[in-house]
């Protein structure tokens, strides 16, 4: 049987081929140390869990449920974008609950995109943009983030990109930015918002680690005028300790949430209704599980800053996020090379990061989702196999 058209050219996802591989040297007694993925360890906070068990119990909690989503879930999203944001939504119409960001991200490309018509992506970046772009028959033009420019967009390239070519309708963006650990300021926030306003681009922002390792969590919407022309994904993925819950959100004037509604309610319905309960009372914790979450990565982050510099990586310490990205020696061809050597003589898994786009081929990208004692048996490894920085 022959594949639909728009699968050409989408390969599997990198990561669910890599675990595969990662498995299978695991069935060969490798034992790998996979610091590849960025799926929190920890467990959500166990006021979350006891919603769960205590709403999943009753009765009356296992039919479908609302395609918008529970307004319990609705209104306490509105609680925590108007607390750690300063941003007002209306939960009754700005609010979508998500199965994750990840679809939302799909969600949003089928919404909008035409056959042909172009998508601003960022190159490094999130590979999911690409794909979710390919698949809904549009073009992907990257924009370019470099190290030398501080992994920001460079306005001027926008511009005549947007200029070339007419018919860009939506440009991805992400700040804390993955896989570069770069944060926003308010100068990008307000430069993306006049961007979208002058070339009428729909400006849709994915926001899932604005509380890691970073003080000062910021919304794209806080940005003046910024409804006309943003709409914002979250997750309680990544600060909340939830990933394999599925739980996001997409904020944004009333029209957009109704357009993008209008395809999602055609795909899915409305999650589980205890689920939704319970990630609302993790959406309502205070300012100390989010100083216990960062506790751990910061320390983690001491032992991975150990590991990269034993492979004579360079990077910056001002990076938010689940992750540490690095530049790799020059000994090494790029971070594949880098990737294949530690993987292959110290069964350690690192993501090379050239699968964010060829922008990011000299580094690589260490997740902080691994207990230190694991990051201190990998940096073992890796003297216990001769790697080391001047190689
Ligand atoms: C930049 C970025 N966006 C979105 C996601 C997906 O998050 P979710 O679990 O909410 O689908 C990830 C997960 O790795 C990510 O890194």
Not at 105 to 133: F, K, Q, W
Not at 299 to 310: S, Y
Request: proline share 5%; aromatic share 8%.
């Amino acid at each position: 049987m022959n594949t639909s058209k728009r699968l050409e050219g989408i390969g599997e996802y990198y990561f669910s081929k890599k675990l595969r591989e990662i498995d299978e040297l695991n069935r060969q007694g490798k034992n790998v140390i996979n610091l590849g993925i960025g799926s929190p360890d920890q467990p959500p906070h166990p006021e979350v869990i006891k919603v769960l068990q205590e709403e999943s119990a009753k009765p009356n909690v296992h039919g479908y449920q609302s395609y918008k989503g529970s307004p319990i879930l609705r209104k306490s999203v509105a609680a925590w974008y108007r607390q750690w944001y300063g941003v007002e939504l209306d939960p009754e119409t700005e609010i979508l609950p998500l199965i994750g960001s990840k679809e939302g991200i799909m969600h949003i490309c089928m919404t909008y995109l035409d056959e042909g018509d172009g998508a601003l992506v960022p190159n490094p970046g999130y590979p999911t943009y690409r794909s979710a772009v390919k698949l809904a028959g549009g073009t992907c033009l990257d924009y370019t983030l470099s190290g030398a420019k501080g992994w920001l967009p460079d306005f001027d390239e926008l511009d005549r990109l947007a200029e070339a070519q007419g018919r860009i309708k939506l440009m991805w963006v992400n700040y804390p930015h993955m896989p570069t650990g770069k944060l926003p300021d308010r100068g990008l926030f307000e430069r993306l918002v006049a961007f979208g306003k002058k070339h009428r681009i729909l400006i849709c922002h994915d926001n899932p680690y604005s509380f890691i390792l970073n003080d000062s969590p910021m919304s794209l919407l806080s940005t003046e005028g910024a409804k006309e022309v943003v709409i914002e994904l979250n997750s309680l993925s990544k600060s909340q300790n939830m990933a394999g819950w599925r739980v996001g959100t997409l904020a944004g004037a009333k029209q957009r949430i109704d357009e993008v509604l209008r395809f999602k309610s055609n795909m899915d319905s409305g999650m589980f209704l205890p689920l939704q309960l319970a990630a609302a009372k993790a959406l309502s914790l205070g300012k100390e599980w989010y100083e216990s979450v960062n506790n751990v990565y910061r320390a983690r982050r001491v032992v991975v800053l150990e590991l990269l510099e034993q492979l004579g990586c360079t990077f910056s310490r001002e990076q938010a996020g689940l992750f540490v990205w690095a530049r790799v020696p020059t000994a090494y061809k790029d971070g594949y090379a880098l990737s294949d050597r530690v993987l292959e003589s110290a069964g350690v898994f690192i993501t090379p990061g050239g699968i964010f786009g060829p922008a990011g081929e000299g580094y690589v990208r260490v997740s902080l989702c691994c207990t230190v004692e694991k990051l201190q048996e990998s940096i073992q490894r890796v003297r216990g196999a001769g790697i080391c920085s001047n190689q």
